[in-house]
């Protein structure tokens, strides 16, 4: 194959990418935010970002070492599938290198507007309770509080 070949060949692997993310766009992108499930994600299970999308880069990756090694086949998605699902997370990781301010300030915005369910709560110990001094509520921050608050922790990185 000659290098332009290949370049004509690459070109239409990156636009089968293209064609992948805007056909999955509503996975990466809910809420119209790049990034944002991933960004949830990492705030759920208290991890990085980058954490966050080294998961799924090693589930491709390490799909796809066992199958060039000739270990297993891939059974779940084909082999263009694989290497088109992580080009378009190194993608990503290339937008969050380049642009996270632009990402947390958009999923800012979509959080923000989400309703704050913060509330106060008897404390769970019985004993506690019955104690007779003051009530002594617990505050339980809300989902969308605690999101804002790791998107500020994020933009203090
Ligand atoms: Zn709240």
Redesign the pocket.
């Known amino acids: 194959m000659t290098p332009d070949a290949f370049i004509e060949f690459a070109s239409e692997f990156y636009g089968n990418c293209v064609a992948i993310m805007q056909a999955k766009n509503s996975d990466y992108s809910p809420d119209d935010v790049t990034l944002g499930e991933v960004l949830e994600t990492a705030c759920d299970l208290h991890i990085t970002v980058q954490q966050a999308l080294g998961v799924h880069l090693r589930k491709h990756w390490s799909a796809l070492v066992t199958h060039l090694d000739g270990k297993r086949p891939l059974r779940s998605e084909s082999v263009d599938n694989r290497l088109h699902d992580a080009a378009n997370y190194l993608a990503l990781v290339c937008l969050w290198e380049r642009a996270h301010t632009t990402v947390i300030d958009a999923m800012r915005g979509v959080v923000s507007a989400r309703p ?3 509330h106060l709560h008897p404390p769970e110990d019985p004993l506690r309770a019955m104690s007779g001094g003051p009530p002594g509520l617990v505050l339980v ?2 989902r ?2 605690l999101l804002i608050g790791y998107l500020d922790l994020l933009s203090t990185l």
């Open positions: 704050c369910e913060c921050v809300c969308r509080c």
